[in-house]
């Protein structure tokens, strides 16, 4: 994926991986991260909850570097075709390139959730993967307007809605973690804004009502998603008054 070939090889045993996934954290060696937190799952793909959330930094952060790189070479390849200089054909390779890389990313946690994750864990481990996924595929589809990509994503977006609105409390921060994505999948992708809107809106307004019954751990999660929420809201609303986008928008905390 890279110039260099990285010479890294990940250890062998379980908690050796655990502590090679928190040093490549630490040195920001994604890459490398996600090569130690995926033998993780091959190992045993129960995962506890932090290994869970160490295998959704690793990805999050593998891909957003692409994803920045994609973004950032989309508006050279605009500008350069606007001045006519010969160049854009230069930059659409480079970003091709790029958004390789962030397909193959993309389809390899998909994957990985689908056949080895999924088949473990209760309901709120089912929320977080089933968002996880959705994540993955509206990843793919912000580079490559992929409409398989983008059904998929809605599939697992409401597959895991549905579970958690069964089996978890409204103020879980997984719950709103997930509600924080769908309503940008429906804001952004789908460009459903309305939809987006009002998940984000009445479940804000829901939990603020439930937050008190949080033990302190989840407590202090759940406020930081929902000051996320809040940020789009108030974003959206600018976009209203101003009759358009700037691109920007929130996610969650992983």
């Known amino acids: 994926m890279s110039a260099t070939t990285s010479k890294f090889v990940p250890p062998q045993s379980r908690d050796d991986l655990i502590f090679a996934a928190k040093l490549a954290e630490q040195a920001e060696r994604y890459d490398e991260m996600v090569m130690c937190m995926k033998a993780v799952v091959k190992d045993n793909a129960k995962l506890s909850q ?10 999050k952060n593998s891909v957003g570097i692409r994803r920045a790189s994609w973004r ?8 350069e075709e606007q001045k006519q200089t010969g160049n854009a054909p230069k930059v659409t390779t480079y970003r091709k390139m790029v958004e390789g890389e962030l ?3 993309c389809e390899d946690i998909i994957n990985l959730l ?3 994750v999924l088949v473990h864990g209760g309901s709120d481990d089912r929320v977080f993967f089933k968002k996880m996924q959705g994540d993955y595929h509206r990843y793919h589809v912000e580079a490559t307007s992929d409409e398989e990509h983008t059904q998929q994503a809605l599939k697992a977006y409401t597959d895991a809605l549905e579970t958690a609105k069964s089996n978890l409390p409204v103020a879980n921060p997984t719950r709103l973690g997930l509600v924080l994505n769908l309503s940008v999948f429906y804001y952004e992708i789908l460009r459903n804004t309305d939809k987006g809107i009002t998940l984000a809106k009445t479940n804000f307004d829901e939990a603020v009502q439930e937050l008190e019954n949080l ?7 759940a406020t930081l998603i929902m000051q996320l929420i809040r940020d789009n809201l108030t974003l959206w609303s600018e976009d209203d008054v101003s009759g358009g986008k700037d691109g920007t928008q929130v996610e969650d905390v992983n």
């Open 72 to 79: 950032i070479l989309s508006s050279i390849e605009q500008r």
């Open 215 to 221: 033990p302190e751990a989840e407590y202090k999660e």
């Open 103 to 105: 397909s193959h990313i």
């Open 50 to 59: 932090e290994e869970r959330n160490l295998l959704s930094v690793a990805y």
């Open 114 to 116: 689908e056949k080895e």
